[in-house]
């Protein structure tokens, strides 16, 4: 293998799982990657730019995707022979916890002298305990590692050992013998200038290292090639369950407010991205937090694009009607997105959000009219204050907001449990009291054995009040296929996936019950024939369990990847 400076792994959410018995059940159904979240964070791309402009060489390396694709990989053999001076791993959101630290352990027993450097989210929450682990070297917290990162590798790559030069690098958590030192988080990036989403540094990999299965984002990405372009660093909203709310953020990463990307330069990096990947771009986290001013620049460079490029839009809160007047003058096929979590105002405003159900109806009924080609709606379970018929009530409002539209079959709504875990650092992980919680997982080590229960009921790390586990689980099958009748009825989806979604949820179900009662006999779980016997159902009903997971793909138009453009990007620079 050829030697880097930086080697960025991204690890499985469970690193055995092709050994262990899991039923994650629902858990990812509402996100491109499986339950081994085998998607890499978009900070790979960022933190690889940065340092390759600046002379450091990275690689990375998706190795859940590389041990989800081919069941004889041998990634413990694949580690020992990479050669690289660092290893950088993330442990973003929580789910990671145990294949990040596994692979970490592998990484030592390999290249015991080789430094690791651990980031994200919940690297950034736990990092106290996380730094104890005689496998993590160094950790960076907040959410503006390219910088802090950039230096910690100039110091590495010298081989310089005058420990003072870490005691100078922001943001940095290291250990000096036994001795351990945190450095304050004072690199937070007021805007987003400094970070570039190329997509172009995946082409210069896959030729330089002769693999393209290492950089793939996800499973089934070739198929579906959505890319992803940020619009903001932090958030103005405080969802109470979500660690990258506006209280997580400040709490983790100190940023007291969000950073936005330029509107030209985020132009500018579409139009880039969209001569070598024609296809759906989404834009990551609500672009209407920026406020007018800020969405008008937006589209006013937004006439720089081809109209007829497919464009996705998610929302925190339903916009003006005009936001939705200005992309249909700007463009001809365009999906939005919006988590109302709730049909009951009061849970949700509970959660954070404060907009009626008359605003969210008449902005969904006034962007279909203007020509959304789809617009989503999610839902949760587990929620606070939220009752088994409180879930079952989903049903019925969107049964009535279907016949408000007509049936529109372009509307489509979903449904899945907050798992598996209420997130660390948001409001209900903090005061779980104010919002009906028991928080029965509060330290890494707890998350990192809760990640491998035997289903997605025991993997949870809270307990709602108002709600029992078997409650929680029996409603969200149960809404799902209320659901799934709904979207077959309007011809949102086929009579063939709503019959096989519907299949599907009640297999995982019975899966579910023969689980729950293996481990009433109270017997070695993992010395039970019986609960052996499951291993291949639990995986193949946790892949797509609530709903089909192409229903979440865009309504494509086209998609193709621009192969001579990206030849000759890579053997020319061009």
């Known amino acids: 293998m050829i030697k880097t400076d930086l080697t960025l792994l991204h690890a499985p959410s469970v690193y055995d799982f092709r050994k262990k018995n899991i039923f994650y059940g629902p858990m990812s159904d509402l996100v491109p990657s499986s339950p081994i979240f085998e998607m890499y964070p978009i900070g790979f791309l960022t933190m690889s730019n940065y340092l390759e402009k600046r002379g450091i060489s990275v690689r990375i390396i998706n190795l859940a995707y590389l041990m989800m694709s081919d069941k004889n990989f041998d990634a413990e053999k694949f580690i020992g022979k990479i050669k690289t001076k660092t290893f950088g ?75 003072s030069l870490l005691k100078q690098i922001p943001n940095l958590v290291w250990k000096e013998k036994n001795e ?29 290292y002769r693999s393209l299965k290492s950089v793939v984002p996800f499973n089934g990405w070739m198929d579906y090639p959505v890319t992803t372009i940020p619009v903001i660093r932090g958030c103005n909203k405080n969802c109470s369950g979500c660690g990258g709310s506006k209280a997580a953020f400040e709490l983790f990463g100190k940023r007291t407010r969000p950073a936005f990307r330029q509107p030209e330069k985020l132009i500018d990096e579409i139009l880039l991205t969209q001569r070598y990947i024609d296809a759906p771009v989404f834009i990551l986290g609500d672009i209407t937090q920026g406020g007018k001013e800020y969405l008008e620049e937006f589209f006013k460079n937004s006439k720089r694009l081809n109209k007829d490029m ?48 008359s605003r969210l109806v008449s902005g969904i009924k006034y962007a279909l009219k203007k020509g959304a080609r789809r617009y989503d709606l999610y839902f949760m379970t587990g929620l606070p204050g939220q009752t088994k018929r409180s879930i079952m009530q989903t049903v019925d409002f969107c049964r009535e907001l279907y016949e408000t539209l007509e049936w529109d079959k372009r509307f489509m709504p979903f449904v899945s449990p907050m798992a598996p875990f209420i997130d660390p650092g948001s409001r209900a992980f903090e005061n779980p009291d104010e919002f009906g919680y028991v928080i029965t997982k509060k330290t890494l080590a707890e998350h990192i054995e809760a990640i491998t229960m035997p289903s997605w009921k025991y993997i949870l790390n809270y307990e709602s009040k108002s709600l029992t586990r078997d409650e929680m689980v029996e409603a969200t099958y149960n809404c799902a296929i209320g659901l799934n009748a709904l979207k077959g009825r309007a011809g949102s989806i086929s009579r063939k996936v709503m019959e096989e979604n519907e299949e599907r949820i009640i297999s995982a179900r019975k899966i579910m019950s023969e689980i729950d009662r293996i481990v009433s006999d109270k017997k070695d779980l ?49």
């Open 89 to 163: 791993i993330d442990m973003h959101w929580l789910p990671h916890c145990q294949g990040s630290n596994e692979v970490a352990k592998i990484i030592k027993q390999y290249h015991p002298d080789t430094p690791v450097i651990f980031g994200g989210f919940s690297s950034s929450y736990f990092y106290k305990e996380l730094i104890s682990f005689p496998h993590v070297d160094f950790i960076l917290r907040g959410d503006s590692a390219e910088e802090p990162l950039y230096q910690l590798m100039s110091v590495i790559k010298n081989n310089k050992g005058d420990l």
């Open 310 to 357: 497919q464009i996705f839009f998610e929302f925190f809160e339903p916009p003006d009607e005009w936001f939705y007047d200005r992309v249909a003058e700007n463009f001809n096929y365009f999906c939005f997105e919006i988590s109302p979590d709730s049909h009951d105002e009061n849970i949700r405003q509970k959660m954070g959000k404060q907009f009626t159900n």
């Open 526 to 574: 993992y010395e039970s024939r019986s609960f052996e016997s499951l291993k291949d159902k639990a995986m193949e009903y946790s892949l797509s369990t609530v709903c089909d997971k192409k229903e979440l793909e865009f309504p494509f138009t086209k998609k193709n990847f621009k192969w001579c453009s990206i030849i000759r990007t890579v053997l020319f620079n061009r």
């Open 180 to 208: 351990i030192h945190e450095n304050p988080i004072s690199c937070i990036s007021e805007d987003l200038d400094e970070v570039d989403f190329d997509y172009r540094i995946m082409f210069k990999q896959v030729l330089k």
